[in-house]
Every structure is written in C-alpha cells, then in structure tokens.
C-alpha cells in the first residue's frame, strides 16, 4: 500500500511539472503576441529547499523555476506625458509629450479616445495626409495603418500642414481632457494651463484656417482656459488676453463687459477694442485687418473722443453662462458639472444691440481714416512705416521718429519762416528723393494737419516742387484755410504781379519785398492765416521768382475783356485797402493794368470808384505825388466785392490740380469684396436673429427660461425668432438648426456648416 501511495505522488508530481512548464511556454507565447513591445523571460535556478515567493516569481522544490516579468513600460493605467518629456512608441519617439499613454484610461464613454494604448498593433507605415478614419476617432478603434499616420506626425512635432484635421482633434483630445477633467481636481493640472494655452494657439496658427469645426472647438478651449486663469473681480480693467475670433464673442471679454455693467463703470478703451475686433456680429473691413496697430490706436483716440472713459452699458435680464461643448467623444456623457460655469448675476450684455450699433459706427469711421494708408501698403508692402505710407495716416498715429522730425521742423520757424529744398525737407523726415503730384499733395495735407504750412500751395493747385526747388514752410495752426474766397485770391493775384512787375529790372530789391510785405499786413479784410500764407508765398516769389508779366498774361486769354477788366478793377480795390495809395503803388498798378491789356489810365477811374464818397484826381504828375484818400469803410466794401470776381479769379493761377480720390473706382470694388469674404452674416440674418443663433451656439442645450430672457434682450418673439432660424438653416442646409421646445437642443451637425 505504501509503495502504491508513492507511486502515485511520483506520477503526480511528474504531471503536474508537465503541466506548470506548459503554462509557462504559453505565457510565455501570450506575451510575444502582443505587439511592438520586447518581452525576455527569464528562468532562475533557486534551491529546492526555498519554498518562499520572491519578486513575483513562483517557486517550488524543483531543479529550476519560470517567472513572468512586470509589464513593459506603458502598460497599465495611463499617464499624462507632461510637455517637453520624450516617450518611445512602437520604435518611434514622440518628443513633446501632452498625451495620455497607457493601456487604461477610463472615461465616461468606455476607453478615452485620446489614450495611446502600447498594446494596440501598430503598422511598419501609415501617412497622416490621407483620412483614414471617421467622424469622431479613437485611437484604439482605428486601424494599424492610422495609428502609425497618426505616430509619425505626432514624433514630426505636431506642425505638418498637410496632416489630415483627423489627426489634429486626436491629439486635441488628450488636451480637452487635461483642461476640463484632469483640471478639476489637480493642481498639477492646472498648472499646465499655460502651456496648453501656448500650445493650442500654435495649432491654431497651423490649422485654424483648415478647419471651422478645429478651430471653433480650440478656441472655445482656450476661452476656457482664460477664464479660469482670469477669474477675479474688476475683469474689465484687466489687459484682455491673446484670444480669437470665432462664432461668437469670447467668454472673457462677455465676462469683463458684464463685471463692468454690474459696477456701474465705464468700459475702458482696451476693453472695447478687444470687444469690436472679436464681435462676430460688428464689421472690421480691411483696413482693420491690414494694419491691425494702426486700428487699434485709432478706434482707441476715437472711442475717447465719443465717450469719454467710456460707454456706461446698464445690466440686462440675460444671465452670462457659459456650457463647454467639447469635441472629444468620451465626454458625451461626462458630467455636465464640469462643463458648465455660471457667473451669479452678472449680465451678458453682448447680446444687446444698442452698444454694438454705436461700436459699428465707429468702426466705419476708423475704417475710412485708414482707409488710404490701407490701399498705400497694398501697393507697396515694403512702404509699410516708411514717409510714402506714413502720409496717408492720421498725425496721431506717426510713429516717434516721425513725430520728433516735425517737431524739429517747427523748431526752424519759431519766429517767422524757413526756405530750404524740397529734398531737405524730405531727407528731414526720412523720405525719398522724389513724390507723384498725388503723394506731394497728401504730403502737404499731413503737414497742415501738424499745423506747417508749406510753399507752393500744392492744396490750392499749386505745380509741386521738385527735388530741388525751394520750398517755404511756416506756422500755420489753422487747418481750416479757405483758399476759394475772391478776398484771398485777389489778394494772391495782386502779389504775384507786384512781385512780377518787381523782378521786371532783374532785381527783386529787398525795398521792394519790406514794401510789398507792409502791404500785406495793411489787407486787415484778410484773416491772420492767409496774411501768414501771403507772407511765405512773396518769400517764395523772392526765391524762385514767377512767370514774366507776359507769361501772366497768356493765363487770362480765355476770359473776355468785360471780365479781365473787372479782375483789374478789384487789384486796384485790394492796393487801397490801407485807405492809402501811393505814388509807387499807382505806378505799379498802370504796370499790371497793361500787362492785363487794360488802359492804364483806367488805373485813376477805378481807384476813384473804389473810394466811395472820395473826389477823383486827375491824372497829373501832382495827383501822383499826393496819391489818394480813401474812406476807412471802403475795407468793408472789399468783402461785398470779393464775391462777384470769385469765380473769375478760381481757375487764374490753378495749375493741373491732382485729384486725391479717397476711394478709386476699382479699389473700391476690391474692398467691398474684400469685405464680403471678411464678414457675412450668420445665415443672413438680420442683427437681432443673428444674434440669437450666434447665441444659441454657445451651448449644446438651453433651457427655455434662459432662452426668454435673451429673446426679451433682443426684442423678439422666441418662437418666431427660432422658427425663423430654422427655416432659414433648412433653406441652406436643409438641417434644423435646434430641436427640442424644453430644453432646445442645438443640431450638432450645424456646427459642421458654419465656418468661425
């Protein structure tokens, strides 16, 4: 009986060895199958006494002992790589981490898409330019080939442009998942905020402009992101972070506005600038996307000009609320807690249309004051900030240099006036050597804007100087000169003949110009700017001197002989209007009177004319001593007659004036297309409706309260208003745009068709 019993222990023992070494080379199989990870079994002899179990290894009294090691790295419950640590995947090196890797990371919707699972095979190729999987991918679903695309691109840094948009929201995934679950309740998540931020907006950067759906739903993330960085009181007074423009108005900048409505404040300038330029619902055109700097100085002076600190908006009935839409499957039923934020009483006041009206209108007007310098840098990239552009701004937006180089201009002609050329001038303030009449002329309005005056008066159609022609240039502080008025151009008119008659010998005397300068100033019926205009117009005339008396004179061929007599008579009311006339002015006035094929004798007739009440003296060299004395109310009278020559005097001395068109024909046409590819309303709509869906699509699901109160801020009917939504998008797209009557749900596949 005892030797049966151990036979049978040594039959026993025997089957169950055979038994344990098959378990083992299975094992040992099972693990070799499973892909892309070196598995090294490892079988250590121990003594047959040791019955103990040590590093997870079996062991029994037996000559040898088969242990299975711990599972490769990767393995097991995933891990967030943080940013910039490196991690190896099926051979290939995935340098920047910001993904979850590992073979379990439980969601509420089964395995998180976004998990990199090691355990997954994955193929020797795989191109991530081709889509290779469908609307909403999961890494574990997709195929080898994919897994391998979607590594390549990964391990290339993330930046190919052409990488198929499918391949971007996996790895956005991971992101959405650090943000809104890991965040919740891990300080070390939150931490990564900033780098998250900094990394989305450079996918945006790479992909924003190749998907609407990608970057909606990134911008809808960083907007998250902000306001959990950001939340604090007096939001409003805070600079307004990096952030983009989407379907609707960012978070932030909702939350700020309505922190400062709640108080009672003003909007600050900053704030509403950020406001114009994120409000789908406000047009920027193209000057504002073409010189963004410029805009933004700009819509600022202006905004302080109209409204002071700024507007003062009064709370409305809309409570700001903001649900995250995530793009991620694994968040379908996530709890919503975590993806909802609500604000207490703080309004949303994006929502009226009253502010955005007046912020509209303001807009427009930046938009024109840029408009040129907009079309100058069009033209000419490489113009940008240099003299050729930086005419076409607004002084206000100068830059310094530019700036300082007009305040030493001024300094040159603190107490009268400088003559230098043209080119000086320019080199002064770091232009070209020469201009087009166009740019001469829009030169000329900048600085009359800086209040320098410049000769010749290219504005009142002067021929623009060239590189080396003498220009005069004075103080002129008032920018609204009227150049039209008969006073001012019969006045301009008797100069350039004095000055003509006086460069008659050859020699323009300097007698001759303190003379005609004293005349000057004694035209009181002139206002001070043009006397300071007269002024630096006889300098110039003394520098480059005019046209010869006979060249004037081929300027009045096409006037008849009534109207150059009548020009004529007028001089010789404009040389007394110091209630004096000279011998010397007499004489000069024959001068003209001939040059203008007039009878000089008629020089008394009119002179006697023009003193009311005053008796005529004959023409005798005694009258000519004695000259004439005129009645003091005659200067009055000079304004009576400047009327009835001012037509005749407007075309006299006008060379081709060039026109400044603030709009050409076919730059016009341009940017109006330009606009219409830069703005269009969300499905057409009007403001009000627009609004609305725009409104409606910062949600997945509204509550029918909440949606009253926002009809009510609006002033429509909200079932009229949704009806009329509705039917709009089935027209477009033949989709409704919400379901539902409590809660109102948005159709998700609305977000497909509408670009951000």
């Known amino acids: 009986m005892g030797s049966l019993l151990i036979v049978a222990l040594f039959i026993g023992l025997l089957m169950w060895v055979f038994r344990s070494s098959k378990k083992s ?30 590093n997870n290894s079996f062991q029994k009294s037996s000559p040898s002992e088969f242990r ?80 391998r695309a979607y590594l390549n691109w990964l391990a290339g840094g993330r930046s190919h442009p052409d990488a198929d948009i499918g391949y971007v929201f996996l790895f956005f995934y991971g992101l959405e998942r650090r943000v809104i679950i890991d965040a919740s309740n891990d300080a070390v998540a939150l931490a990564d905020y900033p780098v998250i931020a900094q990394e989305i907006r450079r996918l945006l950067s790479i992909y924003g402009n190749k998907s609407g759906s990608f970057k909606s739903y990134a911008i809808g993330l960083l907007d998250w992101i ?94 700001l609320k903001a649900v995250y839409r995530p793009a991620s499957a694994g968040f379908r039923i996530c709890n919503q807690s975590l993806l909802t934020k609500t604000f207490g009483e703080i309004p949303d006041i994006s929502i009226l249309t009253g502010p955005l009206k007046k912020l509209q209108q303001l807009v427009f007007v930046v938009n024109d004051d840029l408009s040129p310098y907009s079309r100058a840098i069009a033209k000419n990239t490489e113009a940008n900030n240099t003299l050729d552009s930086l005419i076409y701004l607004p002084l ?40 087009s009449k166009e740019k001469v002329s829009v030169l000329a309005r900048a600085l009359e804007s800086a209040g320098i ?41 008797t100069l350039q003949l004095s000055s003509a008659v006086a460069m008659a010998d050859g020699d323009f005397s300097a007698s001759e110009l303190v003379y005609l300068q004293s005349q000057i100033n004694l035209w009181t019926h002139l206002s001070v700017n043009h006397q300071r205009r007269l002024h630096a117009h006889l300098i110039l005339l003394k520098a480059a001197p005019p046209l010869s008396l006979s060249g004037i004179k081929k300027k009045f061929e096409h006037l008849s002989q009534p109207e150059i007599e009548s020009i004529a008579a007028f001089i010789a009311t404009v040389a007394q209007a ?53 009645n003091a109310d005659r200067i009055a009278h000079l304004q009576r007659e400047s009327a009835k020559v001012s037509t005749l005097l407007a075309g006299i001395f006008k060379e081709d ?100």
């Open 453 to 493: 005056g410049i000769e010749p008066d290219v504005l009142g159609g002067a021929k623009p100087p060239k590189a080396d022609s003498t220009v005069v240039l004075f103080a002129e502080p008032d920018k609204e000169l009227s150049r039209t008025t008969g006073a001012y151009q019969a006045a301009l008119l």
């Open 68 to 147: 299975i090691p711990p599972a490769p790295a990767g393995y097991g419950e995933a891990k967030w790589i943080p940013h910039g640590q490196a991690v190896t995947i099926a051979g290939m090196t995935i340098p920047d981490g910001m993904i979850y890797v590992g073979t379990n990371l439980k969601s509420d919707y089964g395995s998180d898409p976004c998990q990199i699972d090691p355990s997954k095979s994955v193929a020797a190729s795989g191109d991530f330019k081709e889509r290779q999987f469908g609307y909403w991918p999961s890494y574990s679903d997709i195929s080898a080939t994919a897994r």
């Open 226 to 319: 902000c306001i959990a960085q950001q939340q604090k009181n007096k939001l409003y007074l805070a600079p307004v972070p990096e952030l983009s423009k989407s379907y609707e108005l960012p978070l932030y900048i909702r939350l700020a506005l309505g922190m400062a409505a709640v108080d009672g404040a003003p909007i600050p300038k900053h704030l509403a600038c950020a406001w114009v330029k994120l409000e789908p619902n406000i047009i920027t055109r193209t000057p504002g996307r073409r010189c963004p700097e410029y805009f933004d100085k700009l819509f600022e002076l202006k905004y302080t000009e109209t409204s002071g600190p700024g507007m003062v908006v009064r709370p409305n009935k809309t409570k």
């Open 657 to 756: 004036e060039p026109v400044i068109a603030k709009n050409p024909p076919q730059e016009i046409e341009i940017e109006k297309i330009e606009e219409v590819d830069n703005f269009t309303r969300l499905l057409g709509l009007d403001v009000s409706h627009g609004v609305l869906a725009r409104m409606l699509l910062s949600r997945p699901q509204w509550s029918r309260e909440d949606l009253l109160d926002v009809a009510a801020d609006l002033d429509l009917m909200l079932d009229g208003a949704l009806e009329h939504i509705n039917e709009t998008s089935f027209e477009l797209f033949d989709i409704a745009f919400t379901e539902g009557e409590n809660p109102i749900t948005i159709n998700p596949e609305i977000f497909e068709k509408i670009e951000p």
């Open 25 to 54: 080379g299975s094992a040992k199989q099972n693990v070799q199958d499973i892909p892309q990870i070196k598995i090294t079994t490892t079988i250590r002899r121990v003594p047959t006494t040791d019955s103990t179990l040590q």
């Open 578 to 630: 110091d209630g004096v006339v000279s011998p010397s002015e007499v004489d000069t006035l024959k001068k003209i009177y001939k040059t203008l094929g007039v009878d000089p004798k008629k020089v008394f007739t009119d002179l006697h004319v023009a003193a009311s009440g005053a008796e005529p003296v004959s023409a005798t060299s005694s009258s000519e001593a004695t000259g004439f004395t005129l």
């Open 396 to 435: 206000a937006l100068w830059p310094d240099d530019a700036q300082k180089a007009l305040n030493d201009i001024k300094l040159m002609f603190e107490e009268g006036v400088t003559t230098l050329l043209f080119s000086e001038l320019l080199s002064k303030l770091n232009g070209g050597d020469l201009f």
